[in-house]
């Protein structure tokens, strides 16, 4: 099976724009989760996504928002960028990602500069 | 809120030594322990875990230690290797789908040749 997916690899923005983020689960895996990653404060989970319906959601502002699609694929969004949003931005998916079925997969990561 | 610390945020070891990560999670609720290697410029990598109904768990050099009265799980390499070198996080999290995972701030372990 093909790993976890994310597009682009790569972004450079400035600040007030808009940035979208894109993340392939492996095949047959249904719940997304999205991460920031800062050299200072390790992985800060973001939200996870279960069946197109958000499940869980960190402690972030409102200006990052995401979405799932009917095929697994998930979005994320990060509206009115802050210097402070520059990261790497992870996804991971797992099956169902509750009970015994949770073990999660990393994709690549994007990397977000904001400028 | 739910809270995972772990200890020590930096660790550096002689090539063939013991390493060993503590963290200790706040949610007694959690149920399922994963351990994440993270080498330079790479994914986080799941290379163990341990669910609650189980008091430690073996992989060959790498072992995971649950202590659930005292909310404490470890993490033990054995004979280190110079590829044992990254960062490594471990997480908390409960059976139920509205439980989130809650990682550690992560220990960046360095293997002296």
């Known amino acids: 099976k093909a790993g976890v997916t994310q597009t682009p690899r790569y972004l450079i923005k400035t600040r007030g724009q808009q940035v979208t983020l894109s993340c392939s689960p492996i095949?047959?895996?249904?719940?997304v989760s999205w991460y920031q990653q800062t050299p200072g404060q390790g992985l800060q989970f973001l939200f996870e996504?279960?069946?197109?319906?958000?499940?869980n959601k960190g402690n972030f502002p409102g200006r990052f928002s995401g979405r799932q699609f009917s095929n697994s694929r998930s979005e994320m969004n990060v509206s009115t960028l802050e210097l402070g949003d520059s990261a790497l931005y992870l996804c991971?998916?797992?099956?169902?990602?509750?009970?015994?079925?949770?073990?999660?997969?990393f994709g690549p990561g994007t990397r977000l500069t904001v400028l | 809120g739910e809270n995972v610390e772990q200890h020590p945020s930096t660790l550096s070891v002689q090539e063939g030594d013991s390493a060993v990560i503590k963290c200790t999670y706040s949610?007694?609720?959690?149920?399922?322990f994963p351990w994440y290697k993270q080498e330079l410029g790479k994914r986080p990598q799941l290379i163990i875990d341990?669910?609650?109904?189980?008091g430690e768990k073996k992989d060959q050099r790498i072992a995971v230690t649950l202590n659930k009265t005292a909310k404490h799980f470890s993490l033990h390499i054995t004979e280190t290797q110079p590829e044992d070198s990254a960062v490594y996080f471990c997480?908390?999290?409960?059976?139920?789908?509205?439980?989130?995972?809650?990682f550690g701030s992560g220990t960046r372990l360095s293997i002296r040749p």
């Open positions: 991971a998916s797992s099956l169902e990602g509750s009970g015994s079925r949770n073990e999660q997969f």
């Open positions: 095949s047959g895996h249904r719940s």
């Open positions: 996504y279960f069946s197109e319906t958000q499940r």
């Open positions: 949610d007694s609720a959690s149920n399922y």
């Open positions: 341990i669910r609650s109904n189980v």
């Open positions: 997480a908390a999290k409960g059976y139920s789908s509205a439980s989130k995972i809650i």
